[in-house]
């Protein structure tokens, strides 16, 4: 699964709030709403922090 499917099945599927994502990853909510909607993509950065905090929370 690539890193936009794992965001969207936390949201969406497991019920997981952006609000806690945004809380415990450090990357803002309005980030995370932005890059669902496809309106923006996610730097390396950003995506290693959101893969770091998936792998701590839900591995």
């Not at 794992?6 to 995370?32: C, H, M, P």
Request: without cysteine.
């Amino acid at each position: 699964m690539n890193t936009k499917d794992i965001l969207i099945d936390l949201v969406e599927n497991k019920g997981v709030q952006i609000t806690f994502i945004a809380r415990k990853s450090g990357i803002t909510r309005t980030y995370i709403h932005e890059y669902i909607s496809g309106n923006k993509n996610w730097g390396k950065k950003t995506t290693k922090k959101f893969l770091d905090f998936y792998e701590a929370t839900y591995k």
